[in-house]
């Protein structure tokens, strides 16, 4: 009993061990639409990126290794057998004599050499290569077509006696902060720091590919005060001035990494917006307030049946009108009348209807305090009012 007990795991795990393998079963890793519509991707490599490819034949002197590629989808054997290509990254040449071999049912690529170089590391690229509907792979899986080299499909390895560090990279540097970054600063010489999530090439991190402009379009003049391998920071020449919006842009094609030699030139180019490599990288673009004078907020709560709205500060009572301020329940608008107290800090609502249900409130971004600062209505408020996202909501919990 136990004997048949034993022999039924292990049929099972053998079983549960080749259930990708098996075409027949359904895999509920496959896309909807089995690709017709979606990009492929490279699910899985072993070994994994940036890690040891091992002897497999220890009898044998020499490395005998295969590389292993699990994609998402069915793919088209032959772009697969035609641009699979592994570099030795530590000579700078390409690998001869791999044998390749792709199981269209398992969806796997296999890539053999029987004589791997100890000491070394490898990239292996999987350039425009196709699934059977003809869909591109998405190599930097952002969803869209970025095509060859910015959607290759990377992954780097290294052989005993390498190591990690000597392996190039496949992703490109990012922006890890920005200070100040859309937020109120009340300094007029305030320093601009960068900061990244990857070593990067300190001379590309100078004045020439930072710009800083005024709301009225004047550029000011930036002086690199220091430079790290992973940050730079920049003191404007001359003085900011109060109540102006200033841009920040990092020039992203000119600010690049510092990666292992034989890195692809396009990862070590700055990816702004955080979705990969593409031909047109777009620039980094941020903004700060330079002002003293803080951007009013308001919260509300619901007081005996009426809405009461509280401002930091003192308010405009001009822009504090019924199209500004509103109150909603289950049925829609409810209509009211506003009374302002507190030195203008302080709005009551009161309904001019019976109500049902739970309360909305709405403050348009339009209301100004008495210094003429618009709302901050942003559930974290940022410290600048009057952004497009600014206007202010409350929903009653219960
Ligand atoms: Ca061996
Ligand atoms: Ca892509
Ligand atoms: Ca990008
Ligand atoms: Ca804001």
New binding site residues.
Partial sequence: MKRIFLITAILLLVVGCQKNENPLNIDTNLPLGTGAGNLPTVINTDPSNACQLIDDDPETPGIQATITVSFSNYMDEATIKENARVANTTRGEDVSNLAISYNPDARKLYIRHTDWSENNAYLLTLAGIKNKWGKPIDGNKNGKEDGTPYDDALSSFYTAGSMPDSCVWIVPPRLAELIPD?TRIADTLSAIMVSFDSRMDTTTLISDNFSLVSETGASIQLDRSSVTENSVTFTPRSILRFGNIYSITIISKDVKAKAPRNTPDYILILDADVDGSEADEPDYRSYFLCDTIS?PTVSVSNVNNSLRFDFDQNMDTATLTIENIRAFDQTGYIPGTMTITNNNTRLDYYFSRPTQGAFQAFVS?EVKSACGMML???TT???????P??DFWWLQSN
């Fill in positions: 859309t951007a971004k901050d209505g942003q408020p940022n410290g600048i009012g009057g952004e996202w600014d």
